[in-house]
Every structure is written in C-alpha cells, then in structure tokens.
C-alpha cells in the first residue's frame, strides 16, 4: 500500500463530530471527486468514484447522517492493470443537496456550477481544515517521503483551483498550481510544508513517519558531509606532502642539503623520515617544538628554495643548448 493510501485510511477512520465540518468535508469531497449528471426537470444526480473502499464508506456515511438518503454503491472490476476495484457511489435527486453543500446555486428554474470556496460553510476553523481534508481524500495525493517530497490536489477548473490554493496559503503555506494534462494541480513540494498541511488536515501518523524520514535523511546527508569534508582535507594534505618530499629530494640530489640553513635542514630530514606524519606531528619532532604554522612556513622556504634551484637548472640547459 502507498504511503498516499495509508494517509487517506489513516483520515477516513476520524469522523467529524460536528454537523458543520461534515458539511464542509462532503462539499470538498463532491468537488474534487463527483461529476454532476442532468436527469431532467432541474433534477441532477451525483455520481463520485474512488479506488479507495474506505472512502466510499465514508462519502456513504456522510449522505446517510446529514441528509438521509441511501446512495447506490457499485463495484466495477478495474481492467487497466489490474489494479483492483473501483467504487461508484450514485446520488438520486441530488439538487438539494449540492445547493446545500454551495456547489450549485439555483436561479430563475436554471442552475449554475459554482466554482468558488463554499463560504457559509467555512465560517469556522474546524470547518476550513475539514474542507481541506475531504479535498486530499477526493482529490489529493502524497508522495514517499523515501524518494520525495511531493502533496498535490488535483482540480478540474481553474477557477476553483486558484480558490483552493487561496485556503491553503491562508495557513501560511507556499503551494502553487501548474497545469498538467487539463487539469490544475495545487502542491507543496518542501517537506516542512507538506508536515504543515498533514497537522492541519489531522493525519498525524503520516506526519510523524513523514518527520521521521526527514530526520533519517538529514542524519545521512550530515554524515556524507563530513565524510567528504574530511576526504577532501586527506587529499589536500596527502598531496601537499608528496610534493613537499619532491621538492627536498630535487634539493638533495642537486645542490644537497648544505645549501639550507640549520632549520630548514632539520625539516626536510623529518619531513624525508616520517613521510605520513602530520604537520603538527613533524613540529612536535623538532628540538625545541614548533607549531604547525611554524612547520608550515619552513616547508614553503624549502619549495621557494627548489622552484629556484629548478629555474636556475633550465636557465643552465637553455645555454647548453645555444
């Protein structure tokens, strides 16, 4: 089971107590998922369909506690793929209905489709998160957080999804809608947002497992930081030794140590002795013991020493060639 479809189970087992976040949650619900069918003499049916059992449980539930009627339930095998059952709960005589749940408004023996936020029933909080809730189980998805962060509503109209999208950032959240494929999708795509708008819609199982990956993935890319941060340091200084002990042994084998002074001798010795050692652990050889900047600036003599001894080498071979 995707981790999309353990969230939507984990919020169809919460039924709202109160009248008016039902409401709320039916309306968004019939939005997002139910398509309208004219029957004649201003009548309408209202046909929603889901792969999801648990939600076509609950729209049944839903219709059945506020407003009465027994919806048809039919199961219709799914031959694409194979990819189980799919659901098609079936509304009679449904005006009223979507009038109440602000879908539709009636005027002049005509009716029209609204596609804004249904205000008289989002007057409240818990009405707001409700509607937001029954919008992710209609229409919503969520992505692994193993592979990505990824929380999308799929609307059918562009008007409503600019609606949506106004509720969403109402709890200062940063989605967005793209088209894709005629249709206008509402998303989040940072992980500490979708977190938000999981709290807000109460599917606080998926909000912990979702933290928790988060924290896994944070922990791992800590580790991988420093791993390489002190890769990267191991070949700086694996490489500046090898071309310390380069440059003393030009120096030895052309002019010979006896062209440095006292120090620098005694560290290009250590430096040819102890080829591993650090420079903290060559200026701790040292009589009396130097630091590591000490060290440091006597190995960059020895260079500046060799660079000369080497100019000085292809100056000699230039003239041998004339």
Sequence with gaps: MSFSSKTKNELVR??????????????????????IQLVG??????????????????IFKLFKNNFGLYAEVLVKKNKVLKKGNTYVIL?????????????????????????????????????KRAYLRGAFLGGGSVSDPEKTYHL??????????????????????KAKVILRKNNYVVYLKEGDQIVDLL????????????????????????????????????????????????????IETTAGFKILPDNLRE????????KNASLKELGQMLTPPVGKSGVNHRLRKIEKIAQQ????????NDKKRL
Excluded at 99 to 121: D, G, T, V
């Design 199 to 250: 709290n807000i819609i109460g599917a606080h199982n998926a909000l912990l497992y979702l933290e928790n990956i988060r924290i896994i993935k944070q922990m791992r890319n800590n580790v991988n930081r420093i791993v390489n941060c002190e890769t990267a340091n191991l070949s700086k200084i694996v490489e500046a030794s090898i071309r310390q002990i380069r440059n003393i042994q030009y």
């Design 91 to 127: 509304i009679i005589d449904a005006t009223k209905i979507l009038q109440k749940l602000e879908i539709i408004n009636f005027e002049n023996n005509s009716f029209n489709i609204n596609y804004k936020l249904p205000n008289e029933l989002l007057k409240n909080e818990c009405c």
């Design 14 to 35: 919460k039924i709202f107590e109160k009248k008016c976040c039902q409401f709320a949650e039916a309306s968004s619900l019939l939005r997002m998922s139910g398509t």
């Design 41 to 58: 003499l201003n009548r309408v049916n209202i046909r929603v369909t889901t792969e999801n059992p648990a939600i076509a449980r609950l």
């Design 152 to 173: 999308e509503f799929v609307t059918h109209n562009e008007e409503f999804s600019e609606e949506l999208l106004r509720l969403v950032n109402s709890y200062r959240l």
């Design 309 to 316: 001894l080497k100019k000085k080498g292809e100056f000699n």
């Design 267 to 274: 560290i290009a010795e250590l430096r040819l002795k102890h």
